[in-house]
């Protein structure tokens, strides 16, 4: 069963889930703004940071199909995928947290990352493994009610950081006994029964997405301030939210197939960006006056049909054919 593609997983960032998971801090860009994400109109605001989620889960979504293109015996695929992965983080989710002013001093960040984790382990996690008790899908019920006890033990962490960071007379120390044990994303459909328990898998992968992306930033902001030890712990954190916490939730919802068919969600998913959604955030930044704004998603736009072209021609070296969107 599977229901949406990639092109919905990235533009189609809407649900409750979601929309609670950005206000209460949890891979949010509002938590921790820079000055200069406030002259942002908040349609624009609202529209990059949707934008963001979706350049996050691209990047960890490409990273998986890369190592499925590796076990294929694809290297030019997987290739490709590790290229296009590099630039929605580094460049594409890099300049729209800019723009929004996401990354503030260590402090800033410790209190939004902690905010989002203390969501995650006492709202939205439980309410996903309760759903999925009562919906029968018994597996994904546990790992959801696990990963909220990780998320419970990282607030714990970030809030120990921020008191080591913010207090000279406290003597809390920044925490850095965080260990990723990395799972193995399996190409295969959803191993879930109930379309809730699946939207609710699919949710949480953005969440953790996000959620690698932002500590990845945060620490690299900690490293450059000179503190080692709180670059080690959010870069850690960030190991666990990829490599454990979305791996295990894109085994249950069958987010990696074959290559080809990787391929063709990737097409859809880069073409609309390219076609539909940024070109539209890009109009209504400049109606609203955020120039730069406008430039930068216009410039996005531009990259993101690059993409669809250089997969496009990959495809046709496999030899495969997309099906034609209805």
Known sequence: MRTRGLVCWRACLTTAGVVAFLTAGAGSATAAVAPHGDDLDPSTRTN?????????????????????????NLPGVAALYRRTADTELREHFTEQAKL???????????????????????????????????????????RFSEIGQDEADHREKFLQAERA???????????????????????????????????????????????????TLYGDKAQKTGQARLATLFHRTA??????????????????????????????????????????????????GDTEAAKVLSDTAKDELKHAQAFSRAVSRLGKQCPTPS
Not at 117 to 139: H, N, S, V
Not at 275 to 281: A, K, L, S
């Open 100 to 142: 929004i002013g996401m990354v503030g001093d260590n402090a800033a960040n410790l209190r939004d990352s902690a905010g989002g984790e203390a969501y995650e382990a006492t709202t939205m996690y439980k309410a996903f493994a309760a759903q999925a008790t009562a919906d029968g899908d018994q597996e994904a019920a546990k």
């Open 239 to 288: 190991a666990v939210e990829r490599t454990e916490h979305f791996a295990e939730q894109a085994n249950l919802a069958g987010a990696v197939r074959d290559t080809g068919t990787n391929l063709c969600e990737t097409i859809k998913g880069e073409a609309h960006e390219g076609t539909q959604m940024y070109p539209d955030y890009a109009r209504r930044a400049s109606a609203a």
């Open 48 to 72: 990059v940071t949707n934008a963001m989620q979706g350049e996050a889960l691209a990047h960890v979504t490409y990273r998986a199909y890369a190592k499925q293109a590796d076990r294929e």
């Open 165 to 215: 960071v913010t207090d000279r007379s406290s003597e809390a120390t920044i925490p850095t006994d965080v260990q990723a044990k990395p799972v193995k994303i399996q190409a295969g459909p959803p191993k879930v029964s109930s379309s809730r328990t699946l939207d609710n898998l699919r949710t949480a992968m953005k969440g953790e997405a996000f959620a690698y992306a932002k500590y």
